[in-house]
């Protein structure tokens, strides 16, 4: 069965109303969906860049039929209204008419997501609020909520050009190696660890499964 990978990634987005006045362009997302899709490449694999990274692809119930999915963009972090810690997709339309671009934790939940594993290759993407009697709330929960079997995360601010090298190597090790999805990670973090460039646990330590471990 061929893995079909949907990622969506942006390069860079212009801003929009209600994101910071300044989104970074995040050069390395290109040359992390490259190599990702390159491991196991196939037809069926859909990439989808820039204007076609959008909310209604996400809303259309084509998620449904992919095995892993990939978001490589900005995640934004709400600790006060946690229902709203998103990613950010295209601000703009394919005619350059602005749109909301802003996949929030309440927008996920509403979602048929029956993900075998769900990247949310941006910063601080595992964080939420706690709240009494329900426990940690943010895009994790979403997407568990959603269907995901496992949601891989970060845990703060992290490197755009040291993720797209961990990605890669976790892909490789996954869909090449056919390791299980935590030990991919896992190995792959370790082989980031020995290298000089990427020893800091800084590049590769943010990351960490949720959901199912086998």
Not at 60 to 68: D, K, V, W
Not at 152 to 180: A, C, I, N, P
């Amino acid at each position: 069965q061929p893995p079909r990978v949907l990622l969506a990634h942006l390069a860079g987005t212009p801003a929009a109303k209600g994101a910071p006045t300044f989104i970074p362009r995040l050069p390395f997302t290109r040359q992390e969906a490259d190599r990702i899709l390159g491991v196991k490449p196939d037809a069926t694999n859909l990439r989808a860049l820039d204007f076609t990274a959008s909310k209604a692809l996400v809303a259309s119930g084509r998620l449904a039929t992919y095995r892993y999915v990939h978001f490589a963009t900005h995640g934004y972090l709400d600790t006060e209204r946690p229902g709203f810690s998103s990613l950010v997709l295209s601000t703009l339309d394919e005619k350059g008419q602005p749109q909301d671009g802003f996949l929030r934790a309440n927008d996920i939940y509403n979602l048929n997501l029956p993900a075998e594993v769900v990247v949310l290759s941006a910063c601080q993407s595992g964080l939420g609020k706690e709240i009494k009697g329900e426990g940690l709330v943010g895009l994790t929960r979403g997407f568990m909520y959603a269907g995901a079997a496992r949601v891989v995360v970060s845990l703060w601010s992290v490197s755009d050009e040291g993720t797209s090298e961990l990605m890669s190597k976790f892909y490789k090790k996954m869909l090449e190696e056919q390791q299980r999805p935590a030990a991919a990670l896992r190995a792959a973090q370790i082989e980031m660890s020995r290298d000089v460039r990427w020893r800091s646990p800084y590049y590769w330590a943010a990351f960490t499964l949720q959901g199912e471990w086998r």
